[in-house]
């Protein structure tokens, strides 16, 4: 725990836990309070890790095996029919809160985000050589 992280705080103080809405023995889910849909939550871990790069095995694992349980109450309680799951992770992803957190978005087909939309300005086309050099090289 760290005193001045504001994830750790929501961990060990009842001050906000009418925000919380499911909960395991090595993770925390809650509603985002900066939502960009209805329902948008988010799962951490109890212990305080600051991104992929420190988490545990077993940590990774409560925080997703409880996202997809958020996932399954969004859906059952909102009506939503899908979700994105989106870490910013490291200081190069724009992290804002530096204690690992999973974003977990419910969506629905005709909702405003065009998740897509945004996806295709960014994609690139580079060909079979270049895939494989890329590929090797991350293998190493
Ligand atoms: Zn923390």
Redesign the pocket.
């Known amino acids: 725990m ?1 005193p001045s ?1 504001v ?2 705080n929501l961990v060990r103080t009842p001050a906000r836990i009418a925000l919380r809405i499911a909960e395991s023995d090595r993770a925390l889910a809650f509603l985002d309070i900066n939502p960009i849909r209805y329902g948008h939550s988010l799962v951490i871990p109890k212990a ?1 890790v600051t991104d992929l790069s420190d988490v545990s095995p077993e940590d990774l694992e409560g925080v997703m095996t409880l996202a997809r349980k958020v996932a399954a109450l969004l859906r059952r309680r909102l009506g939503t029919t899908g979700e994105n799951l989106l870490v910013a992770s490291g200081p190069g992803s724009e992290q804002s809160v530096l ?1 690992l957190h999973v974003h977990v978005i419910p969506r629905l087909p005709d909702d405003d985000l065009r998740w897509n939309d945004w996806w295709q300005t960014k994609v690139r086309h580079p060909d079979d050589a270049e895939l494989e050099a890329l590929a090797q090289c991350i293998r190493g």
């Open positions: 760290y992280c994830f750790c305080h204690h």
